[in-house]
Nanobody, 120 residues
């Protein structure tokens, strides 16, 4: 099994920055993709940014402001969030598609989430 733990959330004023971190641990044979999703109150969970191999995908609402990066050796993914807006307020979840064992199937794993609150 694979466990994901996020950190770096908090309270910040509009225009400020935060850096989220996510580390995977446990039984890991390989991680095919990692990314970030978020869910605001009363809204559906949405994709923020993902990395699969060398390919990166961002939500239109965060392009130019957020940057996703990955350290494969550490099984970690990061999200640098700049120029934060009140509408960025949400619980941010780390996501990974991984194989726990060589002869296993790919599974999707989720972290517990970290709260990001942007005040006006």
């Amino acid at each position: 099994q694979v466990q994901l733990v996020e950190s770096g959330g908090g309270l910040v004023q509009a225009g400020g920055s935060l850096r989220l971190s996510c580390s995977a641990s446990g039984s890991i044979f390989s991680i095919n993709a990692m990314g970030w999703y978020r869910q605001a109150p009363g809204k559906q969970r949405e994709l923020v940014a993902t990395m699969r191999g060398g390919w990166i995908n961002y939500a239109d609402s965060v392009k130019g402001r957020f940057t996703i990066s990955r350290d494969s050796a550490k099984n970690a993914v990061y999200l640098q969030m700049n120029s934060l807006k009140p509408e960025d307020t949400a619980v941010y979840y780390c996501n990974a598609d991984a194989l726990a064992r060589r002869w296993d199937s790919l599974r999707t794993y989720w972290g517990q989430g970290t709260q990001v609150t942007v005040s006006s």
